[in-house]
């Protein structure tokens, strides 16, 4: 019998004494050592002593939280030069740069943990997104973030995209603890006529007011007009009566490649097309956070304010995204897939202009957000993220030692994995990976997992999709260090199998925590041709569509205006 100690990493994460007793079989944990585990970092702490993080000595920060979809690694200016975001790369330069900073590898999954502060694993969201027929969304019995917030005294708002599931009217984002909402619910719309599309004639209108359709705003670009409402929210609210929290959750630079003509010329020399659109777009968010950013100064918010900047998952290459040298891609559990850009700016860090290299997960945001507004984080059972404004701020040592990326049951098993190939610990067939320390560990089927050059080529994509082509055959473990190999070039499985039977166990312990998945079949009843031509919660509420039907005839006329969009 072996008894490991480890930080606690699952449900109550915050409770202070972090001991956790692994038994297995000897046979299965050959080799492994209190020793051991030296080289991964555990023991060069004390964990019996309580983190005490201190609470800041300036009045509650206002805080606005910017996130882009799909943005890739390479895809601003200070990792990429060919990219002209000059408002980032000031804001990121004046405050700390996360250059080890973690998120997941689609979209719903990046969003729930940020508003939740859990693992995928620990919310039955493992598996894939939450698609717009189908009925789920975050877990009732959960308070989330912005909730939280509220109950902190926050005025709480949030502006763009939502993607965490509105089958109910309890699951809107007006119901899970903002005051107001203005955006879109479903995974991709156009940016200009707002139709997303979730198959083929399944397209339906998607802005909305609140817990209403927003009808009338075709035509308005939809980058300009969030960061619009954002610099309203900030006019109307008086910034010495209570702070504000503003989520703004920028659609861009997700596909449709579409952006206004005049951000498209400066990138004109670029030879493939679906690269020049998406840096337009990626020059359009840039701006739109420079006007985000004037606001806060013109109505007195800047000094008192945190801006923290995050993508939500890696980019997509097949569509302008770039994550080189990153291996990988979004959706995929390689580092292109969830080592994402992030940044704080803010007037209150002690130590600015600098980049940091602690290692920091999506998670992380809400303990911390939760501690700046003065709210009890170590009475909040449940969390996976830790409080990092310490390390953030003061570069003190991170709390967070690893990372569960994922494990998810449902996802295409590997066909050479095993419980044999886990060495009687784990059926590598399972899709999971994990982070220990410096050490990465994939199973399963992580994903397309090549490297992808900066795709400036004309004749997109043949002449330079080949160039880093890398096929493994029969494989369905790897274990990296990714300290030393950020680019997962040098697989250390067979090398290593010490480190690899560690990491297979913290998936063991990790996958005691799970909930079950959750992730329903498609219901007909959440068509837009049955509910008014829009994407609306279709259960429950049926006394109240009366008045949206009303409305929506007013604009029938327009309709034939929109162009359908199937892209996800």
Known sequence: IFTAYFREHHIGVQHQKCIVHLTMTAAALTALSVMSLLSLGYLSQDWTSPNQVEQPNHPRPHIIFIMTDDQGFN???????????????????????????????????????????????????????????????????????PQRLQE?????????????????????????????????????????????????GICGYDLHEGERVAWGQGGRYSTHLYAQRVRKILAAHDPSSQPLFIFLSFQAVHTPLQSPREYIYPYRQMG???????????????????????????????????????????????????????????GTYWEGGVRGIGFVHSPLLRRRKRVSKALVHITDWYPTLVGLAGGNVSQMDGLDGYDMWETISSRKESPRLEILHNIDPLYN???????????????????????????????????????????????????????????EAKKSLWLFNVADDPYERYDLAERRPDVVKQLLARLVFYNRTAVPVRYPAEDPRADPRRNGGAWVPWEGDEENWEAFYLRKRKVKKQKRKFSINLLM
């Not at 699951?171 to 200009?192: A, E």
């Not at 399963?444 to 096929?471: C, K, V």
């Open 75 to 145: 895809d601003i200016g200070y990792h990429n030069r060919d990219i002209h975001t000059p408002t980032l790369d000031k804001l990121a330069a004046e405050g700390v740069k996360l250059e080890n900073y973690y998120i997941q590898p689609i979209c719903t999954p990046s969003r729930s943990q940020f508003i939740t502060g859990r693992y995928q694993i620990h919310t039955g969201l493992q598996h894939s997104i939450i698609r717009s027929r189908q009925p789920s969304c975050l877990p009732f019995d959960l308070r989330t973030l």
């Open 152 to 200: 902190a005294g926050y005025a709480t708002h949030m502006v763009g995209k939502w993607h965490l599931g509105f089958y109910k009217r309890d699951c809107l984002p007006t119901r899970r603890g903002f005051h107001t909402y203005f955006g879109s619910l479903t995974g991709s719309v156009d940016y200009y006529t707002y139709k997303s599309c979730d198959g083929p």
């Open 272 to 330: 493939n097309v679906f690269r020049r659109k998406y840096a337009g777009m990626v020059s359009v968010v840039d701006e739109a956070v420079k006007n985000v950013t004037y606001a806060l100064r013109k109505y007195g918010y800047y000094k008192n304010s945190i801006i923290i900047f995050s993508t939500d998952n890696g980019g997509q290459p097949l569509f302008g995204g770039s994550n080189w040298p990153l291996r990988g891609r979004k």
């Open 413 to 471: 098993a590997a066909r050479h994995g095993s419980l044999k190939n886990g060495y009687g610990i784990w059926n590598t067939a399972v899709q999971a990976a994990v982070r220990v320390g410096d050490w990465k560990l994939l199973t399963g089927n992580p994903g397309y997992g090549d490297w992808i050059p900066p795709q400036m080529l004309g004749n997109f994509p043949e002449s330079w999709w080949n160039l880093e082509r890398h096929t």
